[in-house]
């Protein structure tokens, strides 16, 4: 079976430092994995995917399959990074999505 | 506007009753999702199109979810003898497929759905 784990429901950093949202995932084959922002009073949209292995407004994901991993890291968080994100992996045509986590910055 | 629409935003009906969610996807997206958003929680699986045809339906609940998409573009998410348990917000999102298909979703803004 296919799971995308978020352990953090709320994550609070201040401006300026390093964020770190975790995502972990269970599935048997070769996984393509995403994140998806939602911004206050947005739509959900994608931020980044691992196979394109891309910075999206300073952030970065690094696929680790020794760990299962899909961890969103950004050096220097900004004000605007507050949102809810969401990790998704694909299998086939189905999107499978963790629980979130909503993170602030503090000014 | 060019992004997915969802009708309508907002649905407060009583226990029992009918309702229909509509989904206009982005002109040209033959694949179509529909998720069921429950508070605190993920987007969940519900059904996906592609094309005019169900291709995998494994995420309605029971048979009381139905969906439809007769011509292959809009597309209607119909709940028959609603449950409290069916609040949630009920999200549509688009995609193109087909060769270098990203497999980017394009959300709408859903539809809230209380059951009183």
């Known amino acids: 079976a296919q799971r995308v784990t978020q352990p953090e429901k709320l994550l609070s950093v201040f401006k300026g430092a390093p964020v770190e949202l975790k995502c972990n995932y269970s599935y048997s084959g070769s996984p393509e994995l995403f994140w998806y922002v939602q911004y206050s009073r947005q739509r959900l949209q994608l931020l980044l995917r691992h196979i394109s292995r891309e910075s999206i407004k300073g952030f970065t994901a690094d696929l680790n399959k020794g760990e299962t991993s899909f961890h969103l890291k950004k050096p220097f968080a900004q004000e605007e990074d507050s949102a809810m994100y969401y990790c998704a992996l694909r299998r086939g045509v189905q999107f499978y999505f963790g629980t979130g986590t909503s993170l602030t910055v503090i000014p | 506007g060019a992004g997915v629409s969802q009708t309508p935003s907002n649905k407060v009906t009583e226990k029992g009753k009918y309702v229909e969610l509509r989904c206009d996807p982005i002109?040209?997206?033959?694949?179509l999702y529909w998720y069921r958003q429950s508070l605190g929680q993920g987007p969940e699986f519900l059904i996906y199109f592609q094309g005019t045809g169900a291709a995998d339906d494994s995420g309605l609940p029971n048979d009381r979810f139905f969906a439809v998409r007769p011509e292959g573009s809009v597309s209607t998410l119909k709940i028959q003898r609603t449950e409290r348990g069916d609040s949630a917000v009920y999200l549509c999102?688009?995609?193109?497929?087909?060769?270098?298909?990203?497999?980017?979703?394009?959300f709408g803004e859903g539809s809230r759905l209380t059951v009183l």
């Open positions: 002109s040209g997206h033959t694949a």
């Open positions: 999102a688009s995609s193109s497929q087909g060769a270098g298909n990203t497999g980017e979703l394009f």
